[in-house]
């Protein structure tokens, strides 16, 4: 007991209480600003590796962006990154963050279904489906229910069958060898049922994306209900992500 005691007078709370308000520690890039300064735009273009910036008009794409921070290195007077985690949203095109516009990412409450809400506001089940992910995402996915994220106070938890899912969360490309098992999963998980995409390799294939070894038409068959961006996913990215999609407002922690 003392031994206990201790601890907690070393360390504090080992949860976080409100995690829509915490703070990440540490060098963690969260939502970029980009500022109205000139610069060689094309030049700052060709360094990223998976294409995610465009100049006509200037922006960042966080689909596919990596967050390797490159062009905030070479061009600071340009970007910077901030540690804003809520990076999810249900509109692809507000994952592009434009020149000049400095505002959260938010969920558009016109485009979710209104059975989302009622059926899910209180409990949601997911299964996780790893299409070809390389496990960092999936990393972060398993510690978004630990003990300092703890992410079933809310009523979010992962389940091991998709038939006891109420959608799933793909991580990764999804390769070829992983379409039918996707398919399959979805399709097993009864309706009304969520698809939610976590991390720049399942919104946009990454840096595989023109790879002939994926197959990504799974996506043009259904409505996907949430993007979360990171790479990999953060946990208070992921959670924060739900529980807006799910409910009106957040439950108290």
């Excluded at 031994?3 to 995690?19: A, M, R, S, Y």
């Excluded at 009864?190 to 023109?210: E, N, Q, R, Y």
Aim: glycine share 8%; with cysteine; proline share 6%.
């Amino acid at each position: 007991m003392f031994d206990n005691l201790k601890i907690v007078w070393h360390q504090g709370k080992q949860f976080i209480p409100n995690v829509t308000t915490a703070e990440v520690p540490g060098i963690f890039r969260g939502r970029p600003v980009i500022s109205t300064k000139k610069v060689d735009e094309k030049a700052m273009a060709e360094l990223c590796p998976t294409g995610a910036i465009a100049t006509t008009p200037f922006c960042i794409d966080l689909g596919k962006c990596t967050f390797c921070g490159e062009c905030a290195v070479q061009y600071p007077e340009k970007v910077s990154f901030t540690k804003d985690y809520k990076l999810s949203t249900n509109d692809r095109e507000r994952l592009l963050i434009y020149e000049g516009v400095d505002k959260p990412l938010l969920l558009d409450p016109a485009i979710i279904r209104k059975e989302i809400r009622k059926i899910f506001g209180q409990s949601l089940k997911l299964r996780q489906v790893s299409a070809g992910g390389d496990n960092s995402c999936e990393w972060e996915l398993t510690a978004s229910n630990n003990v300092q994220f703890d992410m079933s106070r809310f009523g979010i938890d992962f389940v091991a069958s998709p038939r006891h899912a109420d959608g799933i969360v793909i991580t990764g490309p999804i390769t070829e060898n992983m379409a039918e098992p996707l398919e399959r999963a979805y399709r097993a998980v009864p309706d009304p049922k969520i698809i939610i995409l976590a991390g720049t390799d399942a919104i946009s294939g990454g840096i595989f994306a023109d790879s002939p070894a994926i197959d990504r038409s799974f996506l043009s068959k259904y409505k996907i209900d949430l993007y979360i961006a990171g790479n990999p996913v953060h946990p208070l990215t992921i959670i924060n992500g739900l529980v807006e999609l799910t409910r009106k407002k957040y439950m108290r922690t």
